[in-house]
């Protein structure tokens, strides 16, 4: 697909346009206004793709739970084996359209790889994740980053009380979720292990809070999010701080996404499993 056409729906997603200009804009790319609605089903998720792991499985224990944060009660999605038996805990935070099918398999494959898998909806405030992605889209300008990770904060606690916790906490982001990650670890030093899929970057002044080991994944061709790069790690080593950055060649922001138009499955795969090799180092 054009390059042009991607670079101009990641603006879309992240609120960098209106639906009609970017419609407009599409339109102009692609020829005509039919070719742009055609181009439309392409772009967007198709989370038929999205079940890697069945949500039946029945190595699989799945539950609904909530939890009390400033202002809001939260919701998730706990995924782990069923054997009940005590092992770390990941939180997964979703990218800017809530706690959808894609969000929930990366949970079970999480927990398939013996962790305590831990999916927030940071929608839960506003009802929880609707069906529509675009209405979801919609929803995540009403949400603040800084209020944002102060109400994800409070899941480090909630696990570490969990009954099938050992207590060891790790965190992983994707898109919108990836520049959570970071805020967060400024403000969770309880969290031995933060993975951010192509996420914005916390200012430096922030920078020495970090108590976490990252592991920060970056796409080579999302220049809106690498250009804060350079920065953070001057910030991270200067401040003596634990990080491994891989940049993917060659890939989109969302790289990860496999029911999305910019899916690469090479770099998807490797990125997977580093992350989790860095888990499985960090929290047992």
Same mark, same amino acid.
């Given at each position: ?24 804009? /599409? ?34 224990? !799945?539950?609904? %739970?909530? @939890? ?5 009660? #939260?919701?998730? @999605? ?11 805990? %990941? ?24 962790? /305590?898998?831990?999916? %927030? ?30 109400? !994800? ?26 520049? #959570? ?16 899929? @192509? ?10 809070? !970090? ?13 809106? %999010? ?59």
């Amino acid at each position: 697909m054009d390059q042009r056409i991607i670079d101009l729906y990641d603006r879309f997603t992240h609120g960098g346009i209106s639906r009609r200009e970017f419609l407009d804009r /599409l339109a102009g790319l692609a020829g005509s206004t039919a070719a742009a609605v055609a181009l439309l089903p392409l772009l967007q998720n198709d989370y038929a793709k999205a079940a890697i792991v069945d949500p039946a499985d029945p190595r699989l224990a !799945i539950d609904t %739970v909530s @939890y009390e944060a400033p202002g809001a009660t #939260i919701s998730g @999605y706990l995924a782990r084996l069923n054997d009940r038996s005590k092992r770390p805990a %990941v939180i997964v935070i979703h990218e800017n359209r809530g706690l959808n099918p894609h969000i929930r398999d990366v949970a079970r494959r999480i927990a398939l790889e013996g962790f /305590l898998a831990y999916a %927030v909806d940071m929608l839960s405030p506003f009802g929880g994740t609707p069906a529509d992605e675009d209405k979801a889209r919609d929803m995540f300008g009403a949400l603040k980053p800084e209020e944002t990770a102060r109400q !994800i904060a409070p899941a480090v606690p909630f696990l570490q009380k969990h009954a099938e916790c050992t207590g060891n906490i790790g965190i992983v982001g994707f898109c919108w979720g990836g520049g #959570i990650i970071n805020r967060v670890a400024v403000l969770a030093p309880e969290i031995k292990a933060a993975v951010s899929y @192509y996420g914005l970057q916390v200012p430096a002044d922030q920078v020495p809070a !970090i108590r976490a080991a990252l592991l920060l994944h970056y796409a080579a061709l999302d220049e809106r %999010v690498n250009a804060g790069i350079a920065a953070y790690e001057a910030a991270l080593k200067a401040n003596g701080k634990r990080y491994t950055i891989y940049m993917y060649p060659g890939v989109n922001h969302a790289f990860n996404n496999d029911t999305g138009s910019r899916y690469d499955k090479a770099a998807s795969d490797l990125a997977w499993q580093r992350t989790i090799t860095f888990f499985k180092e960090n929290l047992r």
